[in-house]
């Protein structure tokens, strides 16, 4: 039987949510420790653990079928890969970043600056966006420190919180890349092939729609009903119950995670009443 190969993280801030998505996909693996390849049990398919930044490049060369990767790689190693779905976690921006005493208003004071970064690709992409001409220095790590040695004058690096800009005397001052987790395939499946990443990319989208709502039962009086279920969207209409006492129904609905307390303050003073909030595990439509 034909099976999909898939390269995931081998260690890092993907590698323990990457098979947290496919668990709650329903496929069991086996990931020991130190293991470089193992297979699921319950789906066709096999695990290769890789470093991130050779992700893109075994799938470009057939090695592995599809992968999980910052979206930030993706983009900085321009192989021939496509991307299939974005997974909602790895959620990161790469940023320009400047010694505090920087007087910086705007791009444009990038100008003949020396930058350095671990994306130079991106890097460069960006000063030509915006028609800047600097000095680009490519290094592997600890960028945040190139400032403070005089290697470079501004920075491009990933943040989430921002705190190792902060302890090292650096201020944020432009978001080049907005990225996060994304399932990345090869050019050239197999029909075969195909069929199987159809059927992992229903299961992925089946959890993150579960992920991005609630299921919400309430109970509500028969004269504010029209106004209550006007304020439910639900997947298609709520659904209504009536209750076992006169005069009063419960009201069933999914609702956006986004838009859940506006809608439940709402419905609180249209009169309804015993909101009851569950979590979904799985949503298919």
């Known amino acids: 039987m034909m099976k999909l190969k898939i390269a995931i993280q081998k260690s890092g801030r ?7 998505l496919l668990k709650e996909c329903g496929i069991d693996i086996n990931n020991g420790v130190n293991k470089l390849k193992t297979e699921a049990s319950n789906f066709p398919l096999e695990v290769f653990f890789l470093r991130d930044d050779d992700i893109p490049q075994y799938i470009e060369d057939g090695v592995a079928d599809i992968g999980i990767v910052g979206e930030n790689v993706v983009l900085e190693k321009k192989k021939q890969v496509n991307i299939v779905e ?8 790469l940023s320009m970043a400047v010694p505090k005493s920087f007087e910086y208003n705007s791009v444009k004071d990038l100008e003949n600056t020396r930058i350095a970064t671990s994306y130079p690709v991106i890097v460069q ?17 600890s960028v945040e420190i190139a400032p403070g040695i ?30 996060e987790a994304v399932l990345a395939a090869c050019h050239n499946l197999q029909p075969e092939q195909q069929q199987l990443l159809d059927k992992l990319v229903f299961r992925i989208q089946a959890v993150k729609r579960a992920k991005n709502t609630k299921y919400i039962l309430l109970n509500a009086p028969n004269e504010k009903l029209n106004d209550i279920i006007g304020l439910l969207p639900g997947m298609k209409s709520p659904t209504v119950l009536p209750l076992a006492q006169e005069g009063w129904s419960s009201v069933h609905s999914v609702l956006n995670e986004n838009d859940f307390w506006d809608i439940i303050e709402s419905l609180k003073a249209a009169g309804a009443q015993g909101i009851l909030v569950v979590p979904i595990e799985k949503m298919v439509i």
């Open 86 to 93: 974005k997974l909602n976690f790895g959620k990161c921006r």
């Open 14 to 20: 993907l590698h323990d949510d990457s098979i947290k």
């Open 125 to 141: 992409e960006f000063l030509q966006r915006n028609g800047i001409k600097a000095e680009i220095h490519e290094i592997s790590g």
């Open 150 to 179: 005089g290697l470079a004058d501004a920075i491009c690096d990933l943040v989430s919180s921002g705190s190792t800009l902060f302890m090292n005397g650096l201020k944020e001052v432009e978001t080049v890349l907005k990225s």
